[in-house]
């Protein structure tokens, strides 16, 4: 496809074709979240399955549904009148059916459609079906074998399946990725401990593989295991360490707000740009009117519009006990160790008993 927007505009706009990374940040934080939050309530493992889901259902599917049908009403009502969104459409029995039961990323024919962002939406509710069964292997066969098992099923899938490349298979190992980092910070290794200076190392390491990534035009999942990789050390980093310039940076008060509602933000400022960009003044055309009028307008249309939504939305199915200062900052809660407890033979009690000192 040419382009034909102005070159600086080019060079400004040249960063965002890389958004595929902040989702594949995403994948990673999710996983990493979903164990931290095991860890901060019990021993890092589900004590019960159906309140597990019935908390990930209501925490995705209502906004989800609310946004879903207010994306049908644009397509309908916006998209199907400029050609130029019409990679969007159709909206048919297929679109709408594969979205509702949120298997549109199991076909390219279906992905894309009736908002361009809902694929990774899908992708990620079916990493909480499996995310007990991850736990359990995680308990079982240890971290490493799981994140081998994950990257090695990605590899047969992007080899074997056709499309599968496009379909985003190795989000599972990016998922597991994450949750191996929750292990490392809440459960070190007893002869390595918890150590983070690794975690800049393998920081500093993945950042560089990113850049090169994408500078080199590398193959998707790679450079998608590259940011995989720097997201993972850091969150790592910012667990195991004391409070300091980053993590006071990132918990900034007006940070924090916007993350409040960064879902609804994610799901609604697709639909939102299209209705802002359908109803622009007949005067603005050409690639850079578009971008300063989207800019201009569509910046605080789409913030505002995505709180609101929120509110009504997203919100009343969020947790409402206030969150402590060791939620915020996890790094801050002491680990006790030995990790395991430790329980004798009958044979070591039997032992013990002779050689204690006999009761006068």
């Known amino acids: 496809m040419t382009d034909h927007a102005p070159i ?68 309908v009502t916006v998209t199907g009148a400029h050609p130029e969104l019409s990679r969007f459409l159709p909206v048919n029995t297929g679109t709408v059916l594969s979205h509702l039961f949120m298997v549109h990323n199991f076909s390219e024919e279906w992905m894309y ?11 990620e509710a079916q990493l ?20 081998a098992g994950a990257s090695g099923l990605a590899l047969v899938a992007m080899k074997f399946v056709p499309h599968a490349p496009k379909l985003y298979p190795w989000f599972l190992a990016l998922f597991v990725l994450g949750m191996l980092a929750a292990h490392l910070a809440y459960r070190p290794s007893l002869k390595l401990g918890s150590r983070p200076i690794l975690g800049w ?15 080199h035009g590398d ?26 310039a980053l993590i006071s940076l990132v918990s900034r008060p007006k940070l924090v707000a916007l993350g409040g509602f960064s879902y609804s ?40 519009g995505t709180w609101l939504f929120s509110l009504y939305f997203e919100r009343p199915f969020m947790p409402q006990r206030a969150v402590t200062r060791h939620e915020l900052h996890p790094g801050l809660v002491p680990i006790r160790l030995p990790l395991k407890t430790y329980h004798p033979s009958r044979l070591e009690l039997a032992a013990r008993r002779e050689a204690e000192p006999a009761v006068a």
């Open 8 to 75: 600086w505009l080019q060079t400004v706009m040249r960063p965002f074709a890389f958004g595929h990374l902040a989702v594949a940040a995403f994948i990673v934080i999710s996983g990493y979240c979903l164990q931290l939050s095991l860890f901060s309530r019990a021993d890092g493992t589900i004590g019960n399955l159906g309140n597990f889901y019935r908390r990930r259902a209501l925490r995705i599917l209502p906004a989800y549904y609310a946004c879903l049908a207010f994306s049908l009403i644009v397509c």
């Open 113 to 123: 459609k009736l908002n361009g962002v809902l694929w990774s939406i899908a992708i």
């Open 128 to 147: 909480y079906v499996l995310f007990p069964l991850l736990v359990l292997s995680f308990t079982r066969f240890g971290r490493w074998t799981t994140l």
């Open 201 to 215: 190392i393998a920081f500093l390491g993945g950042a560089a593989a990113t850049v090169w990534s994408v500078t």
């Open 219 to 244: 193959v998707l999942a790679w450079g998608d295991a590259a940011i995989a990789v720097t997201v993972a050390a850091l969150c790592f980093v910012l667990t195991t360490s004391e409070q300091g």
């Open 265 to 304: 933000l994610y799901l609604m400022h697709h639909p939102i740009l299209q209705v802002v960009y359908g109803l622009r003044p007949t005067g603005i055309t050409g690639e850079t009117a578009i971008f300063f009028y989207l800019l201009a307008a569509g910046l605080p249309v789409v913030l505002f």
